[in-house]
């Protein structure tokens, strides 16, 4: 059965409130539980990324094969009328505005001139089911570097060259200020399996929730809105948080990226008192290497990934391999499993290797990365989640049934918490420990007929290859403009 549509009233979940050095956030007025909708949001506006615009619907943000494009200004593409029709409101002046321009601006100035023809028709006050106004939400635009000032001002002119003589005009300060607010409150929407970034949205509601590295809530794109869901028990009163990037990284360098990319100080427990740097610095113990050693080694490494990042660039994926395997090496006696380094190397090497099909190998190194894992991130973590569901394919495709069968249901406990399951790649993960299941009975029952069994399945039916590797990270929570 569908989820019920969310509607205004599941705003009374929350309410908006002056927090402590942060200024406003949002609070729980009722007790939540992990894996509870706290409130689902649509986008006030929204756009697909300039390099996916002929593979990304328009409206619902899933990939497709084949889609259809507006006859008029060839530019949108949608999945069928339904979509097609569901966008026109939001399609009518950028069709016209892209026609009579003649070119299609970046997605910054397509996303800003979203908002600003919504402001047009509905005004610059509260709309139905938004907390806040989009006039009212941060911009930062005096935190702005002298880079960022200068490509603020290039925005400006290219958007003024694109927006229509007869739509409403807005002073420069205004379309800074919209321009201020992509920046720092734009969210990454992903396609339908949650694997790839595909375009930005503003959600004003989500822009009142403050950032913490350990959240009580998580936020995941799920047909076509935003749901912020509970990571565990959250008491009414609460302030409700989420964690702006990705938590695996040392306190100082996570505040200098808070600092850097959303101009605030992070204070949060984690950051306060370094909780879990001692891990992410992690050495061995017997016998313990001296700090000289530990320097030369965290230098060695940084060196190695300068060098895979080129050769991946390069789609050089053999010589990846080899300079993943040799740094795990020397780091061997030196780093502990949960040491930052050791921790990138195992995910990089474990992604190609199962790319490149080499299956055995890259489950030895994906188990030893989830190992660590788990030991760093929350336990209902997203990230955690999707990184012990590759863990746990790769260990199947080697035919460690086990493990993988293990993996895929720890996996699906994380996905059930962070995503629901009316995600679909929640439904695929639930597909798949179904299957996995009944391959570790028969194993259990007969191993030898099972890895006969196995063969012959393989062999009629080719194993779908892992996509290539790319270097894009996954999808980070909150888009920057790069």
Same mark, same amino acid.
Not at 35 to 55: G, Q, T, W
């Given at each position: 059965?569908?989820?019920?549509?969310?509607?205004?009233?599941?705003?009374?979940?929350?309410?908006?409130?002056?927090?402590?050095?942060?200024?406003?956030?949002?609070?729980?007025?009722?007790?939540?539980?992990?894996?509870?909708?706290?409130?689902?949001?649509?986008?006030?506006?929204?756009?697909?990324?300039?390099?996916?615009?002929?593979?990304?619907?328009?409206?619902?943000?899933?990939?497709?094969?084949?889609?259809?494009?507006?006859?008029?200004?060839?530019?949108?593409?949608?999945?069928?009328?339904?979509?097609?029709?569901?966008?026109?409101?939001?399609?009518?002046?950028?069709?016209?505005?892209?026609?009579?321009?003649?070119?299609?601006?970046?997605?910054?100035?397509?996303?800003?001139?979203?908002?600003?023809?919504?402001?047009?028709?509905?005004?610059?006050?509260?709309?139905?089911?938004?907390?806040?106004?989009?006039?009212?939400?941060?911009?930062?635009?005096?935190?702005?570097?002298?880079?960022?000032?200068?490509?603020?001002?290039?925005?400006?002119?290219?958007?003024?060259?694109?927006?229509?003589?007869?739509?409403?005009?807005?002073?420069?300060?205004?379309?800074?200020?919209?321009?201020?607010?992509?920046?720092?409150?734009?969210?990454?929407?992903?396609?339908?399996?949650?694997?790839?970034?595909?375009?930005?949205?503003?959600?004003?509601?989500?822009?009142?929730?403050?950032?913490?590295?350990?959240?009580?809530?998580?936020?995941?794109?799920?047909?076509?809105?935003?749901?912020?869901?509970?990571?565990?028990?959250?008491?009414?009163?609460?302030?409700?948080?989420?964690?702006?990037?990705?938590?695996?990284?040392?306190?100082?360098?996570?505040?200098?990226?808070?600092?850097?990319?959303?101009?605030?100080?992070?204070?949060?427990?984690?950051?306060?008192?370094?909780?879990?740097?001692?891990?992410?610095?992690?050495?061995?113990?017997?016998?313990?290497?001296?700090?000289?050693?530990?320097?030369?080694?965290?230098?060695?490494?940084?060196?190695?990934?300068?060098?895979?990042?080129?050769?991946?660039?390069?789609?050089?994926?053999?010589?990846?391999?080899?300079?993943?395997?040799?740094?795990?090496?020397?780091?061997?006696?030196?780093?502990?499993?949960?040491?930052?380094?050791?921790?990138?190397?195992?995910?990089?090497?474990? %992604?190609?290797?199962?790319?490149?099909?080499?299956?055995? %190998?890259?489950?030895?190194? $994906?188990?030893?990365?989830?190992?660590?894992?788990?030991?760093?991130?929350?336990?209902?973590?997203?990230?955690?989640?999707?990184?012990?569901?590759?863990?746990?394919?790769?260990?199947?495709?080697?035919?460690?049934?086990?493990?993988?069968?293990?993996?895929?249901?720890?996996?699906? $406990?994380?996905?059930?918490?962070?995503?629901?399951?009316?995600?679909?790649?929640?439904?695929?993960?639930? $597909?798949?420990?179904?299957?996995? %299941?009944?391959?570790?009975?028969?194993?259990?029952?007969?191993?030898?007929?099972?890895?006969?069994?196995?063969?012959?399945?393989?062999?009629?039916?080719?194993?779908?290859?892992?996509?290539?590797?790319?270097?894009?990270?996954?999808?980070?929570?909150?888009?920057?403009?790069?």
């Amino acid at each position: 059965m569908p989820e019920p549509e969310m509607t205004i009233e599941r705003m009374e979940n929350v309410e908006v409130f002056t927090s402590e050095g942060k200024g406003r956030g949002l609070k729980a007025t009722k007790e939540f539980w992990a894996s509870d909708v706290i409130f689902a949001e649509r986008a006030y506006a929204a756009v697909v990324f300039d390099s996916l615009v002929n593979v990304v619907c328009h409206t619902c943000f899933k990939r497709q094969e084949k889609l259809h494009r507006c006859g008029q200004c060839k530019f949108a593409h949608y999945c069928d009328r339904t979509c097609q029709k569901d966008a026109w409101l939001n399609h009518k002046n950028e069709c016209s505005a892209v026609k009579k321009c003649g070119k299609v601006p970046n997605e910054n100035i397509r996303l800003a001139a979203r908002i600003m023809w919504r402001v047009e028709r509905e005004g610059t006050g509260l709309t139905e089911g938004c907390l806040v106004a989009v006039d009212d939400l941060q911009n930062h635009v005096e935190h702005f570097g002298e880079e960022e000032q200068k490509e603020l001002r290039v925005d400006v002119d290219t958007f003024l060259q694109y927006w229509p003589s007869q739509s409403q005009q807005f002073s420069m300060q205004y379309i800074s200020h919209i321009f201020g607010v992509i920046n720092c409150n734009g969210f990454t929407l992903s396609d339908q399996r949650g694997l790839q970034a595909v375009g930005v949205g503003i959600f004003p509601n989500l822009g009142l929730v403050n950032h913490d590295c350990w959240p009580n809530c998580t936020v995941i794109f799920n047909n076509g809105k935003i749901e912020l869901r509970a990571l565990g028990k959250i008491s009414e009163g609460d302030e409700l948080t989420v964690s702006y990037i990705d938590f695996l990284n040392l306190s100082e360098e996570r505040k200098k990226q808070l600092k850097k990319q959303y101009y605030f100080d992070c204070t949060c427990e984690h950051c306060q008192k370094g909780l879990k740097d001692d891990l992410f610095l992690g050495v061995k113990d017997d016998p313990k290497p001296s700090q000289d050693v530990v320097k030369e080694m965290i230098q060695s490494s940084k060196d190695t990934l300068a060098k895979i990042d080129k050769a991946r660039s390069e789609g050089l994926y053999h010589e990846v391999v080899k300079l993943c395997r040799e740094c795990l090496q020397k780091q061997e006696p030196v780093f502990a499993d949960t040491n930052l380094y050791t921790l990138r190397m195992l995910s990089i090497v474990s %992604e190609i290797l199962s790319y490149l099909q080499a299956f055995e %190998e890259a489950s030895y190194y $994906a188990s030893r990365m989830v190992d660590g894992y788990m030991k760093l991130y929350h336990p209902n973590n997203a990230q955690l989640g999707m990184a012990v569901m590759r863990a746990g394919l790769t260990n199947w495709h080697a035919g460690n049934i086990e493990a993988g069968h293990g993996m895929i249901c720890k996996a699906y $406990a994380i996905l059930l918490v962070t995503h629901g399951p009316s995600h679909p790649i929640t439904k695929d993960l639930e $597909a798949m420990r179904v299957q996995t %299941e009944m391959e570790l009975r028969m194993f259990r029952q007969n191993e030898f007929m099972y890895h006969k069994m196995r063969e012959a399945a393989l062999n009629n039916q080719p194993m779908q290859v892992m996509a290539e590797p790319n270097n894009e990270p996954a999808p980070a929570l909150f888009h920057k403009k790069q």
